[in-house]
């Protein structure tokens, strides 16, 4: 694998992939499938460089700090920002968007907006362990009834990452899951002529549950969670559980880690025995460690 970078953890179709590529992110790409239970090892080599942006590598290679999640310059996370959905540039944009209710742990519901032709990849890329439609439309339409739901009924549009993954572990049923964002939804539904945007059709309420997708029945709680990596520095062990970009490995030193994979991402990789362990910086779960970015 030396000489490959990984590009991150994707969702496409309900399984964690894996995308890679060489020459620094302008060369041959691949995508790697994960199973659970499959052993994974990787060792990063030399510096961690820019990812660039929007399919464009990074004029000047840049090197970027080994914790941060989003590996990009500040030019390049510029222009990335500037072009995404979330800045709120592409008021003429003439795809259909999809609103969503997203449930993450007890008390941890949150409302979002994603385009309609890439189905749930989204959620899964949040790591939400249960969502529902909420209504679909124009962009514009979606976007006020993002804000309506936070004026209205105090729903935020963002939940820090450390907070999803310190209650993965202990989640309630998939009825009560189901029921706590049933009651948003109804919450929601309600709003209808205080301010729904006419142009926002209702979807009807149903409840996915990612939990079983994602692993975290069979996986035991995670201890600790990677911060960065370093030259040289090995990941290795047996993948039990996946989770937005985090993937749980079970490892021979440290018992089950998170590794959070846009930490990955900038670095060249070379292959390691999948027993060979830990020899990366680790802090217990909750206990801090990364910027978060993915919301």
Known sequence: MSNWRCTGLRWPDGEPVLGWARGGGSGERRTSVLAYGKELGFRAEGERHCVGARGHVCPVRAVVPVRSTGARCPECARLDRAHSVAADTLADDPRTYRVYLAWFGPGMVKVGITGEARGAARLREQGAVVFSWLGRGPLMAARRTEELLRSALGVPDRIPYARKR??????????????????????????????????????????????????????????????????????????????????????????????????????????????????????????????????
């Open 166 to 295: 310190a209650v993965r572990g202990e989640l309630p049923g998939a009825a009560e899951r189901a029921a706590e964002i049933e009651g948003l939804y109804r919450s929601a539904e309600a709003l209808e002529g205080a301010g729904w945007p006419e142009a926002l059709e209702r979807l009807p309420f149903e409840a996915v549950d990612h939990a079983g997708v994602f692993g975290l029945g069979a996986a035991g709680a995670a201890a600790r969670v990677v911060t960065g990596l370093t030259d040289g520095g090995v990941v290795a062990g047996r993948l039990v559980a996946a989770a937005g970009p985090d993937l749980h490995l079970e490892t021979a030193d440290e018992g089950i880690v998170v590794l959070d994979t846009r930490l990955v991402t900038g670095w060249d990789l070379a292959g390691a025995d999948a027993r060979a362990g830990l020899s990366v910086p680790v802090v217990a779960l909750g206990g801090g460690g990364v910027q978060d970015g993915l919301f």
